[in-house]
């Protein structure tokens, strides 16, 4: 039997590093996925934040309450049902004014809200209640969903599903 000698045994620990070294393909592609992904829920995250961070006046345009529902902020209308029905914002929920006080616990307090009517005076009002119960990034859209409409933005019609 022929006796290993230490180069032998020297490129045989080579080759055994070599192979416990090198990593898979399918590795790489997870890691690449998971940092795709990462990445992708930081920019998410990183841009709802960056809505809720800015300090919220107490009354904002409807240009202004618009950018911030384009990035997700909910907006809330205070109109009645039957105005609700004539059109409301994509999305947006209905609790009439006169039911807000009772149904604050349907509200997160940790998110921005854009306070909606239909000219921007129950709006004020809805903001003041939240604003008196606690929550601190609220605001309201002045010229209501009259203004909305007219500088065409998006409407839905129909009670709320």
Not at 58 to 73: D, F, N, P, Q, R
Not at 117 to 128: A, V
Request: proline share 4%; glycine share 8%.
């Amino acid at each position: 039997m022929k006796q290993k000698t230490r180069n032998d045994k020297k490129t045989q620990v080579n080759k055994t590093q070599k192979i416990k070294t090198k990593p898979n393909s399918s590795f790489w592609w997870v890691i690449t996925l998971a940092i795709v992904v990462l990445l992708g829920t930081f920019f998410a995250l990183t841009q709802r934040r960056s809505v809720s961070a800015e300090k919220l006046s107490l009354e904002i345009s409807v240009a202004k309450a618009h950018e911030y529902y384009s990035s997700g902020t909910l907006m809330l209308d205070v109109r009645e049902p039957e105005e609700y029905e004539s059109g409301h914002i994509p999305g947006s929920l209905l609790i009439p004014l006169g039911e807000l006080p009772d149904r604050l616990s349907e509200l997160a307090r940790d998110e921005p809200i854009v306070v909606v009517c239909r000219s921007g005076n129950r709006s004020t009002t809805g903001r003041d209640i939240l604003k008196r119960a606690g929550y601190e990034e609220v605001t309201s859209m002045a010229g209501g969903m009259n203004q909305w409409k007219q500088l065409g933005y998006e409407i839905e019609f129909g009670a709320k599903p």
